[in-house]
């Protein structure tokens, strides 16, 4: 039994926490509020085009099995060819004007897309059937990709959304805003506003395709022509009110921040990459090489699921409306449970410790994908893989587990990915962060999608090669694992949460370079 002083810390306790944090907030909420309703608008756009682009690509080119051609012939090359133009425009433009001359393509694509590309489609998508006459089976993936170009333009600017904006763009002004002590309180936050965003994108989703779905003079492809353009002038929108924040941002407080506590400048150097820099930014260091390590495995990892569980969906729900309803529930559920599992993570930190935290999701991961593929390879085997009875209930599994891994991702692995760089030098926290979150995160998708695309030409279709996905997936994942293993032996991350202390190091995670045997992690 608990007695009656257990009960009372474990009611004081929170109640101390949050007396603390409210201490912290004071003179703080004029730049936190600008800068979480930017990250909203920059979440919220990302959310639409991450189900918008599954519901195009997987409908329109015959199933998920497709999507490895897009990630290694347009994505990644896309992705390297946006680092050597970005570092040339790093070069020659301000801050500011760089963040404008990033941004202003991204929104006048999917404008353009709206409103010319894709409503005249049938004129712009070449015909291919000659093509698919003669090429080998396996690669229908190619074929579409080409035939359907304007939906590859689509999927790379959406990708890449996330890369660019979310991570170059928004963390970088919150660098430029934000000092040392600062960030320790208000970044964490940042999160809550972004799954808040990630649940009402969700609904928003749900609520276009229900509201074309109950047009009854309109067709199935007229009600997905109507929601499209609906979701692009949403994000056209957003994309002026993020161009509109950022400049009162700019304007209000870079110039009231441009030095710490201390008089030491705050870190706004941008990484002004070449491809070569980037890797050898990764090569160079050792907590680089884990995290790019980790970063590989993690994108290869999630994969490998995906294109199995969305080739899932697509049987499941064929139409457009229903797929994009689907990932519109998806998306709400993710945003909720992940914005929940950020209040607890804290805590998780404290119970676990560094290493504990960061491996919850690939244990997350590799637990449920046994069950998940286990369940894929029965139902494929006995020839119930499109029974709707036994496909609904895997279809649902398989969204359990993503609402999962996002949940435990964003609220326990990558906080521990960043709290790795407060220990590094102003070099590696730019440039390697760069490489790593950039280069390495679509190195690792692209890295699954070529050997996705090896067993689609020896095998014909994935599913006749789901138990090769299942070993790979655990085997990535145990890579993943060791990488984070080596890193806390290494370099001996230390997590510290002291109640009684009032230094503003109460509110994080602190990671010291002392050996492990001196790491303590008090429950």
């Known amino acids: 039994m608990v007695g009656r002083n257990g009960r009372w810390d474990a009611v004081q306790a929170p109640k101390k926490l949050l007396e603390k944090v409210q201490a912290r907030m004071h003179g703080l909420w004029g730049k936190l509020v600008p800068m979480a309703v930017l990250f909203f608008f920059m979440s919220f756009v990302n959310s639409i085009l991450d189900s918008t682009k599954d519901t195009l690509v997987v409908t329109a080119f015959g199933g ?40 202003v393509p991204f929104v ?30 396996g690669l229908e993936g190619g074929v579409a990709m080409i035939q359907h170009w304007t939906y590859t333009l689509f999927y790379v ?17 919150a660098n430029e805003t934000t000092n040392v ?5 208000i970044y964490p936050l940042f999160g809550i506003g972004a799954n808040v965003a990630q649940a009402m994108a969700g609904r928003v989703l749900k609520w276009l395709a229900d509201s074309a779905h109950e047009t009854s003079a309109l067709t199935a492809t007229d009600a997905w022509a109507r929601q499209l353009k609906a979701m692009m002038a949403i994000v056209v929108v957003s994309g002026f009110c993020i161009m ?19 008089g030491q400048p705050l870190l706004r150097k941008k990484s002004n990459l070449s491809i070569g820099e980037s890797f050898r930014a990764i090569i160079s260091s050792k907590q680089i090489r884990c995290l790019a390590a980790m970063a590989v495995a993690q994108g290869l990892a999630s994969i490998l699921f995906q294109v199995t569980w969305k080739g899932q969906i697509r049987i499941l729900h064929p139409q457009p409306t229903e797929y994009s309803s689907f990932m519109g529930d998806v998306a709400t559920a993710s945003g909720l449970f992940t914005g929940l599992s950020m209040l607890a993570a804290p805590m998780l930190f404290t119970k676990l410790g560094w290493s504990g935290a960061a491996q919850f999701t690939p244990y997350v991961m590799v637990f449920g994908g046994w069950i998940f593929f286990a369940v894929a390879i029965w139902a494929n085997n006995g020839g119930l893989a499109t029974c709707p009875h036994l496909l609904g209930p895997m279809v649902a599994g398989g969204a359990a587990l ?7 991702k964003f609220s326990l692995f990558k906080p521990a990915e960043e709290m ?28 699954g999608s070529v050997f996705q695309q090896g067993l689609l030409v020896g095998m014909g279709t994935l599913s006749r090669a789901l138990p090769i996905i299942l070993l790979t997936h655990s085997l990535v994942i145990a890579v993943w694992i060791m990488a984070i293993d080596a890193l806390a032996h290494h370099h001996g991350h230390l997590l510290t949460f002291d109640e009684e202390e009032s230094d503003t190091n109460d509110l994080v995670c602190e990671l010291e370079d002392r050996p492990v045997g001196d790491r303590i992690v008090e429950a």
């Not at 992705?79 to 433009?93: G, I, P, Q, T």
């Not at 002590?181 to 309180?185: G, L, N, P, Y």
Request: proline content about 4%; overall charge positive.
């Open 402 to 408: 993503y609402i999962f891994e996002k949940a435990a």
């Open 420 to 447: 790795v760089y407060i220990g590094l030098d102003e070099d590696k926290r730019t440039k390697g962060k760069a490489a790593v979150d950039v280069v390495g995160a679509q190195f690792g998708k692209s890295s």
């Open 108 to 137: 006048a694509f999917f404008g353009l897309f709206g409103t010319l590309l894709f409503p005249f489609q049938h004129i712009l998508h070449p015909n291919t059937e000659t093509w698919l006459r003669i090429l080998p089976a």
């Open 181 to 185: 002590d600062e960030a320790r309180v």
């Open 157 to 173: 600017f959406s990708e890449l959304w996330g890369d660019v904006v979310l991570s170059l763009l928004f963390w970088g002004l």
């Open 64 to 103: 998920a099995e497709q999507l490895p051609f897009l990630t290694v012939y347009a994505v990644l090359p896309c992705s390297l060819l946006f680092l050597m133009v970005y570092s040339k425009l790093a070069n020659r433009l301000e801050p500011g004007a760089l963040f404008y001359a990033t941004l």
């Open 244 to 262: 509109a924040l950022h400049g009162y941002i700019r304007k209000a407080l870079i110039r009231a921040e441009r030095k710490t506590s201390s």
